[in-house]
């Protein structure tokens, strides 16, 4: 029996979770990250935490796989190699070493958006198919394909940023990237909630201008545009209308690129669920060859607050699994 | 030394290449294919055809690896069958196990798109590049990707239809695939010549409607728009300003999500060289955030006659080493 351990590294706090072979997570531990004392501190940290979690559970240490580790960030998953990571303030930290070495077993590192997707596939929603597209709409937009199990990265490690996206439909906003009118700053929680606030300074009628009046309009979020499209908000609806639309023609790109057989909708903002989902899938329908709408099936992300844990510890697993492989290949040549 | 041979099957002729392990073109023999005497007819001329080669070059039967055989049409390459092929009029041949039968070696096939981009991929300018992306301007529209020397599929063996995704700006010509407005309906020879047709049907000037008068407006092509573009033909111009650029656009949602270090070009319609590669570039640039245009390099296609014969043996050749790969890991397990 082998177990495996995946890390959720943010910038506020360090989660760990212990998973069996199947991917059951056993035993969760949750420290404050404490990014200022610099990466060697929070690696050490990371290891102790793991320590305790095994000891804990009465596990040996031999009997752990690997370990899977998911930040925010620029990663290279290959080298293990932490690039960027603004909320850490990590540059080019050899995370796989540095761990791998201290706790003597494979360490395997990446976003926390495709360990993300990677969970949802293997033990969420998407468990079962071949080809499974995953999206989060958070304050941005992201995405993340597995194929036959296994991430697509592309050049850079830089494929799936479906956020990135130029939508048309007269969308003009600036975007962080450079470019202006991008799927994500429309499609997030910041995209909701910005539409909301412009057309409040534009003047137009509703219940949000009554629940944020004036200056406060600046404090609307995503959760209150679903609020006032449950009060039948004509304002709130039409937002959700646009936004869903523009989703699903983006998404319609990716359908007919990658032929996933399960997409996946995860991330805050997808809490709107049928209200965004509903205008989505319309759009996304008519956007399509038929041949791909019909083998599709679409899933809310299912591992809301674990998602991380589970997808880097199935990511480790995977990877570990592979490196076999690849010796065997290698002693073979 | 091994030996690999490629077939590129089409309605009229049959194409057989023998190539080396570096994938050199040795040499090649063609033959109608007189479909209309079925399957096993066509499959016992490729099958002599192959052995004529093998002799004339004096190589001995052990010495062919494989043998990789493409064909337009409905591709299950995963069991080797040719599910529909509409030129043949096949309907569910499993040419992998007849054609490998009487060979005695494997044979690997898939449709011709995926076998040309996989050559140009292994021995054009794709060469040496992780992640390439390959389109096909001819008739239609077509893509493949193919991701550290192995094609992508997605579900369906589906993915890469670029020219059926839909690129707004008011384009509105109903496609073969049941939609309306898909990127083939512009970007395509037919696409070419289709928007020269119309625009001289609506009283356009042109130096086109001087060499097609009236009803032989209908046989205006696509080479004849690039020759009227060397004129200095307004209308002309226009059309291969507008399709660069919708072709830039859809380019740039791919470029996105798949996230290639090469794009090739490829197919008859890419003849139109710059006129056409020129503005396809502009809005390509212009639509992709800098990180993905910055590391991206644009090839014409270059292996023009032989590209389905080359792509069909280094396919074959790959599969080959990977089901040797397979069988080591299953012997493991």
Redesign the interface.
Known sequence: MSFFVGVDLGGTNIVCGLLDQEFNLLAKSKQPTEAANGSDFVLERIAVMIEDLLREQNIDRSQLGAVGLGTPGFIDPVRGVCTFASNLRWNNVPVSDILGARLGVPVFIDNDVRMYIFGEAMKGPGQG???VLGITLGTGMA?ALV?EGQL???????????G???V?DGESTPCG???VGCLETVASATGLARQAREALAAGRESVLGEWFPGAEAANVTAADVSRAYDEGDALAIEIMNHTGKLLG?GL???V??????ALIIGGGASLAGERLLGPMRDELRK??????WD??TIHPGALIDDGGVIGSAAFAASRAALQQ?ES??SE?A
């Open positions: 198919y071949a080809n995405a194929n697509y990265y592309g050049g850079g490690f830089m494929a799936g940023e479906i990135h996206i130029i048309g990237c450079g470019l023609r319609s790109y990716a007919t690129l990658y032929s996933p057989d956007s399509v060859y038929h041949g791909y083998r599709l492989v065997v290949r073979e």
